[in-house]
């Protein structure tokens, strides 16, 4: 298996992780690509993993039958401002 420009993560209608030939990780959402070293790739995971379960925290008394808030349980998959 290559270790290199691969898909590590993928989202149909959302995004992808990929593992680029010069060893950055690619971030992309939508039209948007982040081109991360591996340490600045990992605190942006830790980041968001945070702001994920503070946000599940906080909204915990709005729940879907699956036990998420109605924006994360989105069939969707797209960001909303």
Known sequence: MKST???LAEHHGLG????CECG???LNIGLVTLHLDPEA???TA???R???E??????ESI???SGLSPALSSSSGRFTN
């Open 50 to 52: 945070q702001s994920a």
């Open 24 to 26: 950055s990780l690619n």
């Open 16 to 19: 992808s992780v990929r593992i």
């Open 63 to 65: 729940t879907t039958a």
């Open 46 to 48: 830790a980041l968001l």
């Open 5 to 7: 420009n691969m898909i």
């Open 41 to 43: 790739f990992l605190k």
């Open 54 to 59: 503070q946000y599940l925290k906080r909204n």
